[in-house]
């Protein structure tokens, strides 16, 4: 896990891990996390197989793989079963004479044991069974369905018993005339199995998709944005409150704050930087703003990148699409849904300041005030959230983080190294 770095530090990151063989990749998404093993045979007593070995065998073959949700394994190397083998997805125990391979377990809310499908195999024979059983799960399985309720909903056996009799049918005897099939696909994801972390690395333009802005090469540091306490000798961020205690929700002073100022079209980038149907941060003086390019609608917006319900920066990562037929940004944090029209949240009473965008030729444009002004209402220095911020509010919590005109003289000058066009 790579806890507390920054999307723009990724790169660097990987090429780090890269040089010295350690890839990245497995502690997320939907597919195989690390397996878990005792110290077997090597170091244990009671050990009566390489434990170890054969996990590193099973984490290297099905790495990668996407499924329909995470797959956890493990392998004990005897039957005391130090690995909780029958708490994953898929686990082997050793015995005398090979593994006893069980399926469809998980931990969590609902924990459920997994069951036993094949006794006493050999390793090549358990990656057989494996390939065919993960690959039955893939084709088969809901989006984000974990293997033990996808077992569950599977049918019984013919001559009788639950589900596992019938994954026996299918992986070992073959019911379904499907086994050559399974094998087959299972062996080209193996084959075609790829670092794209490394590729990224490698790809410069790639990785400039990493950049923490779209116009600018400056980076803002984490702790700018937020602030960091000490926990047990390392920094962590500090806490949101609670939903129903004291909230630093943000709110935008008006309906529009900037209905008076002096505006101006301000380039951007030009469209080739801004990737359809996701958001992207740019940087204005000090404001984070959000530009999302809608290739579905075939429309462009900009807010404020800034989330108010927690004031968190993520606007730029939320997921697009549309609530009651209007175009919205979803939160990437909690959810809440906001117009990307006019700002105003779907769900709740926040709001966002919006800001119009249009296309000339490549160049993309976004009419803004003069950057002080932005910066007094936007500007991420003013907007950072701080642990007193989070226990001291009371009533209704309101708070408008507005820089007084002294601070905004300071900051005056101090406008970033952007590539905005006037
Ligand atoms: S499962 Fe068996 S071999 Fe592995 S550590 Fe525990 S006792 Fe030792
Ligand atoms: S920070 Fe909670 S929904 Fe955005």
């Known amino acids: 896990d790579l806890f507390g770095a920054a999307k723009y530090q990724l790169p660097?990151?990987?090429?780090?891990?890269?040089?010295?063989?350690?890839?990245?990749?497995?502690?997320?998404?939907?597919?195989l996390r690390t397996v878990k093993s005792c110290v077997g045979s090597t170091w244990c007593r009671y050990?009566?197989?390489?434990?170890?070995?054969?996990?590193?065998?099973?984490?290297?073959?099905?790495?990668g793989v996407r499924s329909p949700h995470k797959m956890k394994s493990a392998v004990s190397g005897?039957?005391?079963?130090?690995?909780?083998?029958?708490?994953?997805?898929?686990?082997?125990?050793?015995?005398?004479?090979?593994?006893?391979?069980?399926?469809?377990?998980?931990?969590?809310v609902n924990p459920v044991h997994a069951e036993l499908l094949a006794r006493d195999i050999d390793e090549d024979t358990v990656i057989r069974y494996l390939d065919r059983y993960l690959m039955y799960y893939i084709l088969t399985a809901d989006k984000l369905e974990r293997t033990a309720p996808w077992q569950m909903k599977l049918p019984g056996g013919k001559n009788g018993g639950g589900p596992i009799e019938h994954l026996k049918e299918v992986i070992i005897e073959d019911s379904l005339g499907i086994c050559d099939e399974l094998d087959r696909r299972m062996q080209h994801l193996v084959d075609t199995y790829h670092d794209e972390w490394a590729e990224v690395v490698k790809d410069p333009v790639r990785r400039a998709k990493f950049k923490q802005f779209v116009n600018s090469d400056e980076n803002i540091p984490r702790e700018k944005m937020i602030e960091f306490i000490d926990?047990?000798?390392?920094?962590?961020?500090?806490?949101?409150?609670?939903?129903?205690?004291?909230?630093?929700?943000?709110?935008a002073p008006s309906d529009d704050v900037f209905a008076r100022s002096e505006k101006s079209w301000v380039k951007v980038g030009t469209t080739s930087d801004f990737d359809p149907n996701v958001g992207s941060p740019i940087l204005y003086g000090d404001s984070q703003l959000a530009v999302f390019n809608n290739a579905h609608r075939g429309e462009w917006y900009c807010t404020q990148n800034m989330c108010p319900h927690k004031q968190a920066f993520v606007l730029s990562q939320g997921i697009i699409g549309s609530f009651e037929g209007a175009p919205k940004v979803a939160c990437p944090l909690h959810k809440k849904q906001f117009s990307l029209e006019d700002g105003h949240q779907f769900d709740g009473d926040l709001k966002l300041i919006t800001f119009p965008v249009k296309i000339e030729g490549d160049d993309v444009m976004v009419e803004l005030p003069a950057v002080e002004e932005v910066d007094a209402i936007l500007g991420t220095n003013g907007l950072r959230v701080t642990k007193?911020?989070?226990?001291?509010i009371t009533g209704?919590?309101?708070?408008?983080?507005?820089?007084?005109?002294?601070?905004?003289?300071?900051?005056?000058?101090?406008?970033?190294?952007?590539?905005l066009v006037h």
């Not at 926990?231 to 129903?244: K, V």
């Not at 007193?388 to 001291?392: K, L, R, V």
């Open 47 to 63: 050990g009566v197989q390489d434990s170890v070995g054969f996990a590193i065998r099973v984490e290297n073959r099905y790495k």
């Open 12 to 31: 660097d990151i990987w090429e780090e891990l890269g040089a010295v063989g350690l890839e990245s990749g497995h502690a997320y998404g939907k597919a």
């Open 231 to 251: 926990q047990r000798g390392q920094l962590r961020p500090t806490d949101w409150p609670a939903d129903g205690q004291p909230q630093t929700n943000w709110q």
């Open 396 to 419: 209704d919590a309101l708070k408008v983080p507005v820089r007084s005109s002294v601070s905004l003289v300071t900051e005056e000058a101090g406008m970033r190294n952007t590539t």
């Open 388 to 392: 007193s911020d989070c226990i001291d």
């Open 78 to 108: 005897c039957v005391r079963e130090c690995a909780e083998a029958q708490g994953k997805d898929f686990g082997m125990i050793a015995t005398e004479h090979g593994y006893n391979l069980y399926v469809g377990g998980n931990g969590g």
